[in-house]
């Protein structure tokens, strides 16, 4: 949690993250309704500023984000006014505040690598209606358009914060190839990918969001080292704007009666 509090990292998280793609939500309320046949609660988990959140407030009618990080749900309630979606502090892994069987849908995005894994898939277990459905879902690393651009990067991500990286990160970097889900019939999908066109600023203020690069700068405050990426990129590309794409992982499962048992079969 500590890598994600502050005022300002939670301003530069909420400007420089990437959106995910409207056919993203479009798929994850068709998932979800195919399931309860309701669309009445959905659950963000991990929802950081609601980045993640408000999307599915254009098909649910009550959406709840929730994170540990008081300061992004601070920046998410300021940020959002929508009437339909509240957003609450707590642990993932116990979410006292909501009622047993009571939603119809859990997301998590970008997020998973962080949690505990058993507690987390019990606590959804709890909290889904019958039927109710869970997606996990993130991007992997992304990529430039030039090859040199991505060599800048390449050399950041391995050598300026080889040292920095959790190892809880790593889950996300190669796309949660060890990951399931609880529930039996449960699927993975790469159906879904992003794309921004971003100024050489934009890219640098992405960087700035990693969790490596916030222990980096704890560790060197007086470094320089994003500028130079930076000025890099605005060589590389003349000016012009930089299309990075990032890779989807997507993974969805749904509760049924078995649900108890096999929460049991997944460790």
Not at 9 to 25: A, C, G, L, V
Not at 56 to 78: H, N, W
Not at 229 to 250: A, E, F, R, S
Request: aromatic fraction near 14%.
């Amino acid at each position: 949690m500590e890598l994600f509090v502050g005022s300002e990292h939670s301003d530069m998280y909420h400007k420089f993250r990437p959106t995910y793609p409207p056919e993203m939500y479009e798929f994850i309320s068709e998932y979800s309704k195919s399931g309860t046949g309701t669309l009445d609660t959905a659950v963000d988990v991990g929802c950081g500023t609601g980045i993640s959140t408000i999307p599915l407030c254009k098909y649910f009618q009550k959406v709840t984000g929730v994170d540990v990080s008081e300061t992004q749900i601070k920046t998410a309630r300021m940020v959002h006014k929508q009437s339909n979606v509240s957003f609450f502090i707590s642990r993932a892994e116990q979410m006292e505040f909501l009622s047993d069987c009571s939603v119809d849908l859990v997301t998590v995005a970008q997020t998973m690598h962080w949690l505990e894994m058993e507690p987390f898939y019990k606590e959804v277990i709890r909290i889904l209606k019958p039927r109710g459905s869970i997606v996990i879902y993130g991007y992997g690393n992304g990529t430039l358009n030039k090859s040199e651009g991505n060599l800048v990067i390449e050399k950041f991500f391995n050598h300026d914060l080889e040292e920095f990286w959790d190892s809880r990160s790593r889950h996300a970097d190669n796309f949660y190839q060890n990951m399931y889900l609880p529930f039996s019939g449960w699927e993975r999908k790469s159906d879904f990918f992003i794309q921004n066109k971003w100024s050489a600023n934009e890219v640098v203020g992405y960087l700035s969001t990693w969790s490596s690069c916030r222990k980096y700068l704890k560790k060197n405050p007086k470094s320089g080292r994003l500028d130079e990426i930076q000025q890099q990129l605005i060589d590389i590309y003349n000016g012009q704007k930089i299309t990075i794409t990032w890779p989807m992982v997507v993974f969805v499962g749904r509760k049924n009666t078995q649900a108890e048992e096999n929460i049991n079969n997944v460790f």
